[in-house]
């Protein structure tokens, strides 16, 4: 699998703490797409796994041009066998997704999924946010792709805002999968700032909870299952990229900061190599992190304690195994957990604490 990090945004959203640059004037995208060709053609080797998913991420992919996503999609036919290829995602905001560009992205024939950000129906909370677009410009941007073909739609929502969450302006027939995520304080950011000299003040933890459980509740209703703590989908239609990242199938990343994973080892799961590239430099350096077993064992606890499959047995090491069973008794009597055919698998209740449990278990 392959992710392409496209580092531009049109402005920084207040909470935001993912690398992006708010420069999308039109040479910095030309040489930034240039940058990523010559990447794609010298690093083409290193994915030695057939390429089932490609996906472009950010900042905000929608920023590139038609004629500058074609350019990098060339490079990829070029250099990659993209015949196993099953799902191509493009994030977008909505304000990017006008009639004529999301035609232009069906006639390119390459995006068959977009992930469209609309991160609240509320406009004083948009604004709140810094998101430039309207509550009505992301509906209209669902309802256009959908009416140009985009059959496999996701949209991003935010809970954890100062507002009351409902959903009722929004049609979830043209959606196949949801993304609702917790509003998270990120130090550094501009909403850190506004929290922290009182001029934004945030839900508490409790409602923040009921906020997820209504939700939760609403898309099960509206016929998606969850299936990892902030990801919902209709039968069939969960992300296939990130469901390989958990279940730490190795991909290629390209684009600034964009982390790789690889096995070696035989293909062992037990030892994992990290790279990061710092991307650009001339003399090609990056830095690269090899993890034990140890951390590659954290790393599944972190991840498949946030899914709904949740742990199973047999992927722990047998040193561990006996170690979990005693960590894991406080959260089955907190009903949290239960163990279900041979795997740990988290409640709705204990999604919520994926992240505590899995540090509490580490070894
Ligand atoms: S559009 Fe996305 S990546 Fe860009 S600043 Fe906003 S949240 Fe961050």
Redesign the pocket.
Known sequence: MIYIHVPF?H???T??A?F?KVESGKWKVESYVDALIEEIRLRCHEQNHPIRTIYFG???PSILPLGELERIVKALHECFDLSQVEEVTLEA?PEDLTVGYLQGLSDLGFVDRLSI?IQSLDDAMLRLI??RHTANQALAAVENAHALGFSNLSVDFIYGLPETFQFSAFNFQLVSHVSAYALTVEPGTALAVQVEQGRVVLPDEEEVIQQYHALRQQLLKAGFRQYEVSNYARPGFESKHNSRYWDRTPYLGLGPGAHSFSLFDGGSTSVAHVEKRRWNKPDGTFEQEILTEADAYNELLMTALRTTRGLALAQVPKKYKERLHCGMQPYVDLDWIVLKDNCFVPTPEGLLHADGMAAALFV
């Open positions: 945004c402005r920084k959203c909470y935001c993912f992006s950010g900042g905000t905001n950000g810094g998101r």
